[in-house]
């Protein structure tokens, strides 16, 4: 396991969103800097955000140290936050993030960028191309790009579960959707999942989302082992956004997959990388 250094204490409080009380932490920078310069976590789906977060807080330390502020969001209906998850919208969670950032704003920010993990990719994108120069540049970690694709395998936690339990009902992707179709919600993993949430979150296709004025990409993928390439689906992506002009990096690091290992899980090395690259940006 990393340790934990030592230093100016993260600061908990919350941050008035637009529906309800948005719970934050805030790692101010530990040592000065020419200019000041934050970053947000932009959080993954559901039960990926608890998996991640021993690893969003060692990222946020090691930001800190080299002299970032951070920002860990809990978005409206999850984590801390007011609301049930049932009541998210992602309209809501884009206001969410408008509202932190205005709040790094307030404090003084004048530059801030997003780092997104999985579906914390996507809400960054969206948000870049609604309103130009909000990020400075963004960082993903193991970027969802198929808003459809990563509902279905969520969806797939419910028929997994119940084969286990031996339900003698057999349900399917299909059928679950289905029923959201109709306009009902379903549970999955403890989490009610809403019509509205999910039409909305079907529609995101990251191949087609950034503008010709999205910032820099820092794309970090992980891998079990060294020599790997990323996924075809991933270089698809790329591509088109070089071809449209948009700046992105790329690189595989080793490291387990923490987001949904069964424990939680470090990757040291994507630590490492993500701290270099913000450090790179500043030179």
């Not at 230093?7 to 919350?14: D, K, L, Q, T």
């Not at 679950?176 to 999955?188: D, H, P």
């Not at 948009?246 to 080793?254: C, L, N, P, R, S």
Request: hydrophobic share 45%; net charge negative.
């Amino acid at each position: 396991m990393i340790s934990e250094s030592t230093g100016a204490p993260a600061r908990p409080f919350f941050i008035q969103g637009t529906t309800g009380n948005l719970f934050a932490m805030y790692h101010p920078a530990r040592r000065e800097t020419a200019r000041r310069r934050d970053v947000i976590f932009l959080p993954p789906f559901a039960e990926e955000m608890n998996k991640s977060r021993r690893m969003l807080a060692l990222q946020a330390r090691r930001l800190a140290e080299a002299g970032f502020g951070v920002l860990l969001l809990d978005l409206y209906g999850t984590g801390e936050s007011q609301g049930d998850f049932g009541q998210a919208r992602w309209s809501i969670w884009l206001d969410d993030i408008v509202a932190a950032r205005a709040w790094l704003q307030r404090e003084g920010a004048t530059q801030v960028s997003a780092l997104g993990l999985r579906l914390g990719a996507l809400l960054a994108l969206d948000l870049a191309r609604q309103q130009k120069n909000i990020f400075e540049r963004l960082v993903f970690w193991q970027p969802v790009m198929n808003g459809e694709n990563m509902i279905n395998q969520f969806l797939r936690l419910r028929l997994a579960a119940d084969m286990i339990s031996g339900a003698e009902e057999r349900e399917s992707t299909q059928s679950l959707r289905k029923i959201m179709a109709g306009g009902r919600s379903i549970e999955v993993g403890g989490y009610e999942l809403t019509p509205e949430l999910v039409t909305a979150i079907d529609a995101l296709h990251g191949e087609q989302m950034p503008g010709n004025d999205c910032p820099p990409v820092s794309w970090l993928e992980l891998a079990p082992d060294e020599g790997r390439s990323l996924s075809p689906a991933s270089l698809k992506v790329i591509e088109r956004w070089r071809e449209a002009g948009i700046h992105v990096k790329t690189k595989q690091v080793v490291g387990p997959p923490f987001w949904s290992s069964a424990e939680i899980a470090e990757a040291p090395l994507l630590l490492q990388e993500t701290t270099r690259i913000f450090q790179e940006a500043t030179v």
